[in-house]
């Protein structure tokens, strides 16, 4: 796995959406060694870090000007009946995704990388929170992480542990700025949002599928298909490769699972770059619980939520650093000479 420490803050916010548009009592996701994800039957998909905000991530649209087209993936063209089911999903799936106000889950995070990781299981387990509210708050927070610790003889087993001074992720972000703790270097970072990713401008990011689900958007980025288990019939499981090279750079493809109950999105999984089954198993595989939308509360009660999404305090002893908004040009600029990280 490559150095990859960052995550955009398109992504983050767009993280918090799907979370926030998730139905309650879903069934349980697993990840499994080969690459799949697994309900409480172990389905298995047919033909087939650390998280921190970059806020300067350039709107989809423009990042994708003057990208070159990629390959498509081997299942293209898709048979007339299999690309009506898609859009019929997609059309269904916009609809049902654009109600939500606010949102609280907790969730888990299993963190998978073959190059600085162990071969056969998970690199680091985390739990944490999820908080949103429409159109553009959000805070994301890992409360624990427990990193692979290899045996020290045959006889031991691996285990996952605490380590004292391994912190997780935090961040918030208000609508205008973000801010995240960055408990290495005991700063408190305030990075201050360009104005077209501020309010519902910021779903322009790379994962479009993981917000409003806007089918049009979808379909001009992404090779889409259907991988639904055969034993599965309580779910519909999409995999979408990416169409441009900026999206390509983050990540090899995503799979989406979504309940077909209320359909709406309950599981994640997106692939490295590197990923090669049963070679390179790095990826990075996201669970949400006790997931609570559009909740109905008091005044006094909303006041008290509201405060999630407050500027936090600066710790005693802390530096805070303010960073302005990076401009259109900065922001091209970056886009076409490096990468964009994305989960690591």
Request: hydrophobic share 35%; aromatic share 10%.
């Amino acid at each position: 796995m490559l150095n990859r420490k960052t995550i955009h803050l398109a992504v983050l916010l767009q993280l918090v959406i799907v979370t926030a548009t998730i139905a309650q009592k879903l069934p349980s996701i697993v990840p499994n060694q080969s690459g799949t994800t697994k309900n409480n039957n172990t389905p298995r998909v047919q033909n087939s870090g650390t998280v921190r905000p970059a806020s300067a991530q350039q709107p989809a649209i423009e990042q994708r000007t003057a990208q070159k087209s990629i390959k498509a993936p081997s299942f293209i063209p898709l048979s007339a009946a299999h690309q009506t089911y898609i859009n019929k999903v997609l059309e269904y799936w916009q609809n049902k995704t654009a109600k939500v106000d606010r949102y609280r889950c907790k969730f888990e995070r299993w963190q998978f990388d073959t190059v600085f990781g162990p071969q056969n299981t998970f690199k680091t387990y985390s739990t944490g929170l999820i908080r949103y509210a429409d159109p553009d708050k959000g805070m994301f927070k890992v409360e624990k992480v427990l990193s692979y610790q290899a045996p020290r003889s045959p006889q031991e087993k691996p285990r996952h542990i605490a380590i004292e001074g391994v912190h997780g992720e935090w961040w918030v972000c208000d609508g205008k700025s973000v801010f995240e703790y960055d408990f290495t270097n005991e700063r408190l970072i305030q990075q201050i949002l360009p104005a077209e990713l501020q309010g519902k401008a910021i779903k322009n990011g790379p994962l479009p599928f993981l917000f409003g689900a806007d089918a049009a958007e979808i379909k001009q980025r992404y090779w889409l298909q259907v991988i639904t288990p055969s034993n599965v019939k309580d779910a519909v499981w999409l995999e979408a490769f990416p169409k441009s090279q900026a999206d390509a750079a983050n990540y090899l493809k995503v799979h989406i699972i979504i309940d077909r109950r209320d359909f709406l999105p309950k599981g994640i999984v997106i692939f490295d770059r590197n990923f090669v089954k049963g070679k390179n198993h790095s990826r990075t595989v996201f669970n949400f619980r006790d997931r609570e939308e559009n909740f109905n509360t008091t005044f006094e009660a909303l006041r008290i939520w509201e405060k999630n999404f407050y500027e936090p305090s600066l710790p005693s002893g802390w530096k805070k650093v303010v960073n302005a908004a990076p401009t259109r040009q900065q922001r091209q600029a970056n886009q076409s000479g490096q990468q964009t990280p994305l989960n690591r």
